[in-house]
């Protein structure tokens, strides 16, 4: 925040949150297990989503500190690959369209 201050960007682009929910966690898990959405469920719901959710207010106040430090600035948020989608397309329920060249590169 203090850089963002000092260098007054005009645009400001966040990944927030990813660690916190586990994202490489889950991207291992989708690369080892098919399908892998069945391991983000269980009686309370989607784990998945639960934990963005649990997130919101720690969320909003990382974005209201990024706008106060850089008031002018147009503020992106960009979010991660929907893994863990239930769109009909083939194997995107199971992850399996990821491989580790996917994600290696």
Same mark, same amino acid.
């Given at each position: 925040?203090?850089?963002?201050?000092?260098?007054? #960007?005009?645009? /400001?682009?966040?990944?927030? $949150? $990813?660690?916190?929910?586990?994202?490489?966690?889950?991207?291992?898990?989708?690369?080892?297990?098919? #399908?892998? %959405?069945?391991?983000?469920? %269980? +009686? =309370?719901? *989607?784990? /998945? %989503?639960?934990?963005?959710?649990?997130?919101?207010?720690?969320?909003?106040?990382? !974005?209201?500190?990024?706008?106060?430090?850089?008031? $002018? +600035? =147009?503020?992106? /948020?960009?979010? !991660?690959? *929907?893994?863990?989608?239930?769109?009909?397309?083939? *194997?995107?329920?199971?992850?399996?369209?990821?491989?580790?060249?996917? /994600?290696?590169?």
């Amino acid at each position: 925040v203090d850089l963002l201050r000092a260098l007054r #960007p005009k645009l /400001v682009t966040v990944t927030i $949150g $990813g660690n916190d929910v586990g994202f490489a966690d889950i991207i291992q898990t989708c690369l080892l297990v098919s #399908p892998c %959405d069945q391991n983000f469920k %269980d +009686a =309370n719901g *989607d784990l /998945v %989503d639960n934990r963005i959710a649990s997130l919101q207010a720690r969320l909003s106040t990382a !974005y209201q500190a990024i706008k106060s430090a850089a008031p $002018g +600035a =147009n503020i992106y /948020v960009l979010t !991660y690959p *929907d893994i863990l989608t239930t769109s009909a397309a083939p *194997d995107a329920a199971d992850c399996s369209g990821m491989d580790s060249q996917t /994600v290696d590169g």
